[in-house]
């Protein structure tokens, strides 16, 4: 197994100094689909959750009173 330069480790510190992970579980099969779905739009399939959490955000934010 290769070892890991140090510009690699510092990237992957500085990644999970900006990051957090998050762990969902889906149905047997369904990651597969959601992948599929994600990379028909040119996404990821992070990508189209975090994009999908973020338009529900948007989508439920109270009306003005």
């Not at 992957?12 to 969902?24: F, G, M, P, Q, V």
């Not at 047997?28 to 994009?51: H, I, P, Q, W």
Request: charged fraction near 40%; avoid cysteine.
């Amino acid at each position: 197994m290769p070892k890991t330069s140090e510009a690699t480790r510092k990237a992957i510190a500085k990644y999970k100094e900006t990051k957090d992970e998050l762990r969902i579980t889906v149905d047997k099969g369904r990651k597969d689909e959601l992948k599929a779905y994600a990379a028909e739009r040119g996404e990821s399939l992070n990508g189209f959750v975090t994009r999908a959490i973020n338009e529900a955000i948007e989508r439920d934010k109270p009306l003005p009173t």
